[in-house]
């Protein structure tokens, strides 16, 4: 009897003798789909393409779909970009495609800023990378000032202009302001546990007739943000008058602007004993509250009167002045003319420190005990635009 082998035995033994014609075809794998991350300046106008690259680990038969979805970050649509949301095909045999995703251009200084292009859906190929990064660097110097707020005249009845700052020019006026540089050593965080460090005028910029306070993220000298703090000390003090501070204030968690005053005894007598008055100070995290505080020295140690107004809007969406009207044995702060605090000698239980002359302080401290640390929901950078100061007597 003759032994037949079955065929498919036979072309098997012919395959691995090298037969090449007769093998059977290879099983194709499931192609894997990723998407890279990229980062562009943004532009001054126009758009600007944002190019991803989507990609298949291998050529497949078959087409491949797969849904591309933009999604906001730091960046939101349509302001930052044009938002996108299709599907995309790959041809039998095509691996790679370009997509597209218009980001907008502008002229005006901000933080870099993300947003993301999310791949989900896929047809014929699984996900391996799911989420392409894009960031938006910024490439501007000019800031977008928009003067819309409250005002003051430039005269009240029965009093004179004796000082003002207007800001009209380039650089900061050296017969009024100084900057105080670094953390605050050797009380380190300005005694408040705070976490800028205070630089001699890289945070701070003209435009517009405006002076531009920025804080901003960055490491330096061991610090997380740097930002700008100016005082009038042995340059321009007052005793009583009315003071108006036109500005608008920056907001977010752990940012803290401020614009206050020290007694002119301050480097002999030291805090608390001078007096502090503050005119202006807001937490980041709460930009519709205001508060006005007076501190004092009590006994052998510091003691303060703290006052707030709650506003109808945030004071972070525009111009707004702060004043003080101040008298002898009298303090009162407003806000738009409205009033948020009111101080005299009774509210004072130690000896009453604010009937000399004081100085001005204005700045944006980052965290700190008071208004807590930034966080994720805390955009950089943040500004405080100054138009004026006047000083009425």
């Keep these: 009897m003759k032994y037949f082998l079955p065929l498919f035995f036979l072309i098997l033994v012919s395959c691995k003798k090298g037969g090449t014609d007769c093998c059977l075809p290879p099983v194709e794998t499931t192609p894997t789909i990723t998407i890279d991350a990229i980062g562009l300046a943004e532009g001054n106008s126009g758009t600007t393409a944002f190019n991803f690259t989507v990609q298949l680990s291998n050529a497949s038969s078959k087409s491949v779909t797969v849904r591309a979805t933009t999604k906001s970050g730091t960046a939101a649509a349509p302001g930052d970009f044009t938002s996108l949301d299709k599907t995309i095909t790959f041809a039998p045999g095509e691996t790679s495609i370009k997509v597209a995703v218009s980001v907008v251009g502008d002229e005006f200084k901000e933080a870099d800023e993300d947003f993301q292009l999310m791949l989900s859906e896929p047809v014929n190929a699984t996900i391996l990378t799911a989420i392409g990064a894009g960031s938006i660097i910024n490439d501007d110097t000019k800031f977008e000032v928009n003067e819309t707020g409250y005002t003051t005249p430039n005269t009240y009845a029965g009093m004179n202009l004796v000082w003002a700052d207007e800001f009209n020019g380039t650089s900061l006026n050296a017969e009024n302001w100084n900057y105080d540089v670094g953390d605050g050593c050797p009380n380190c965080g300005w005694g408040n546990n705070e976490l800028q460090y205070y630089t001699a005028g890289e945070n701070l910029y003209f435009q517009s007739g405006k002076m531009i306070l920025e804080a901003r993220k960055e490491n330096k000298n061991g610090k ?11 340059k321009r003090s007052f005793k009583f008058g009315r003071v108006d501070f036109r500005a608008k204030i920056p907001s ?13 005894n301050f480097p002999t007598a030291g805090w608390p004993a001078c007096g502090e008055i503050d005119i202006l100070e807001v937490l980041g995290q709460q930009p519709s509250k205001i508060y006005s505080t007076i501190h004092f020295k009590s006994g052998n140690t510091s003691a303060r009167v703290e006052k707030s107004l709650v506003t109808a809007n945030s004071l972070a969406d525009e111009f707004h002045v702060y004043s003080l009207v101040w008298e002898k044995d009298k303090i ?5 003319d409205k009033i948020i605090a009111e101080f005299d000698p009774s509210q004072v239980s130690a000896a009453y420190p604010f009937n000399e002359k004081f100085f001005f302080i204005m700045n944006i401290a980052v965290g700190g005990n008071w208004p807590g640390s930034p966080n994720a929901t805390t955009y950089f950078p943040q500004f405080m635009m100054v138009d004026y100061i006047r000083v009425f007597q």
Excluded: E
């Excluded at 009162?332 to 738009?336: A, G, L, P, Q, S």
């Design 332 to 336: 009162k702060t407003m806000v738009d």
């Design 224 to 234: 997380s943000y740097t930002s700008t703090r100016l005082t009038s000390m042995n």
């Design 252 to 264: 977010g968690q752990g940012i803290w602007p401020a614009f206050w005053m020290l007694g002119d």
